[in-house]
Structures are given as structure tokens and as C-alpha cells.
């Protein structure tokens, strides 16, 4: 399973690497340290505080929307759900207070290797989400 440095999960949180600290050390979130020291999140838990910090994360009176948003459409964010079908599937990336969902092919998703806890993209034009593993 994927694990994160805690300032790769605050940038898929939207939230400054302090405030992400301040979480763990509050046990919003576990962590844990690599053979170097480093503190990591597990993916797997950290997709589950994700979408529990988004439901729980009020709008922020006076902040602007375009500080929530992207101007080129691409959400960075973590994987919370892969439900695989015959030949479609759906997934879920919460980007921050984000939560998108895309309808694609059971083929691409296992292509991608997509599965909840890792991080990807989604890219929005219209009514299309494209998800991009990165």
C-alpha cells in the first residue's frame, strides 16, 4: 500500500503541512515512521480522514472560491472508492473538500492499477471526468 510524507498528504488535503501535523499529533489521522524517520501516512487511511475531513469542513465565510477550485480543471486527490463492474467501474478522488466521481471502463481502471489510498488526478471537461494516475 502507498504511504505519504505529511506534506504530500497536506497538499491532497488542501491544507498547510503544519495544520496536517497538528492533525496527526491530535489523532485525526495515524502515522507512522519510515527506516529513515520520516513520518507517513498509510493511503488507505489516509483516503478514509479525507472524506471525513470534506463532510466535516464547513465553508470558510470570506474565502474566496477560487482558492477551492482549479482554473485548468485538474483535481489533484486521493482515491476513496473503486466499485468494479463486468465491464465498467466507478471511482471516487476526494481533492481537498472535492469529492469526484467517474464512470470509466473496467479496462483503464485496471490499467491505471487505481485502488483506493493512491493518489490521482481528475480532470473535468463538461460532464467528462478523466482520472490520470500520477
Do not use: C
Not at 503541512?17 to 527506516?35: C, L, Q, S
Not at 463486468?86 to 485502488?115: M, Y
Amino acid at each position: 500500500m502507498q504511504s505519504y510524507t505529511i506534506g504530500r498528504a497536506a497538499r491532497l488535503l488542501g491544507v498547510s503541512p503544519d495544520t496536517a501535523r497538528r492533525w496527526a499529533d491530535a489523532g485525526r489521522f495515524a502515522t507512522h515512521r519510515d527506516e529513515t524517520g520520516r513520518r507517513l501516512v498509510d493511503g488507505r487511511d489516509l483516503a478514509a480522514f479525507a472524506v471525513e475531513a470534506a463532510q466535516d469542513a464547513p465553508g470558510v465565510p470570506g474565502e474566496e472560491e477560487t482558492a477551492r477550485t482549479s482554473a485548468r480543471n485538474a483535481f489533484p486527490g486521493i482515491v476513496t472508492a473503486v466499485k468494479l463492474g463486468d465491464i465498467a467501474a466507478q471511482v471516487e478522488i476526494q481533492a481537498g473538500p472535492h469529492r469526484l466521481v467517474s464512470l470509466l471502463t473496467r479496462e483503464a481502471v485496471e490499467e491505471l492499477g487505481l485502488e483506493v489510498g493512491m493518489q490521482a488526478t481528475a480532470r473535468v471537461k463538461s460532464t467528462n471526468v478523466h482520472i490520470d494516475r500520477t
